[in-house]
């Protein structure tokens, strides 16, 4: 999950299985979700964003799932690969708001393991 | 894939003087952002910027920050008279319609700023 502050939640995994990294949002009102991967030294990356009105989105070896009713988003990553160690943060918004109200999460730090 | 670039990666400056942080954004992108991330905290946001003036900015953004898109490519964040706590990560993004409609930020890779 989330957390704030200099200790980022951390998972490993082994190389080939699947990864789970959870996201509990605050804003019960948020309509759109966005995941991003940050290498080190990188910038944010775009993965995925689902809205309110789905549960579940697919991209490429990445899903989505958010619930609504506990304010909860996950992502999953398919046969997890070295390359997809990384700090993963969710961001959160109202559509229709603006980009000041994109709020983002501290993230979690992803290692895969060989 | 398209990409926002950023440079310097790294600057290094004394406190008070001014640093001049570069952009390119994507080219069909019509809305610009700038954030910060401090080393182990969250990203930040700082500045809008669309159809040449600014659309909204946080409270870290006061005076002593500016925006700017000199020509038809660049995207600029000036900090006039830099302080010890300005030192972090700042990136820029742009989104090719409005944040408010849903639209993805796609980020640069930072400029990491040091002030000493």
């Known amino acids: 999950g989330e957390s704030v502050g200099l200790h980022l939640p951390t998972l490993s995994v082994q190389e080939g299985d699947n990864s789970i990294i959870n996201c509990a949002y605050s804003n019960s009102a948020s309509d759109y979700f966005i995941w991003y991967k940050q290498e080190s030294g990188k910038g944010p990356q775009f993965i995925i964003d689902i809205r309110s009105n789905m549960d579940k989105r697919q991209g490429q070896r990445v899903t989505v799932l958010l619930n609504k009713t506990v304010k909860h988003l996950s992502l999953q990553i398919a046969a997890t690969q070295p390359g997809d160690s990384a700090v993963y943060f969710c961001?959160?918004?109202?559509?229709?708001?603006?980009?000041?109200?994109?709020?983002f999460g501290s993230g979690t730090q992803l290692t895969v393991l060989p | 894939e398209p990409e926002v670039t950023q440079t310097p990666s790294h600057q290094v400056t004394q406190m008070g003087q001014e640093v001049i942080l570069r952009c390119v954004p994507i080219?069909?992108?019509?809305?610009f952002y700038w954030y910060r991330q401090i080393l182990g905290q969250k990203v930040e946001f700082l500045v809008s910027f669309y159809n040449n003036e600014i659309s909204e900015k946080s409270e870290i953004f006061d005076d002593q920050f500016s925006v700017e898109r000199p020509d038809g490519s660049n995207f600029t964040l000036k900090i006039r008279s830099t302080k010890l706590e300005d030192s972090a990560m700042y990136f820029c993004?742009?989104?090719?319609?409005?944040?408010?409609?849903?639209?993805?930020?796609?980020f640069g890779n930072g400029t990491r700023l040091t002030v000493t």
């Open positions: 080219s069909n992108h019509l809305y």
């Open positions: 993004a742009s989104s090719e319609y409005s944040s408010g409609t849903g639209s993805p930020l796609h």
């Open positions: 961001a959160e918004k109202v559509i229709g708001g603006s980009a000041r109200q994109l709020t």
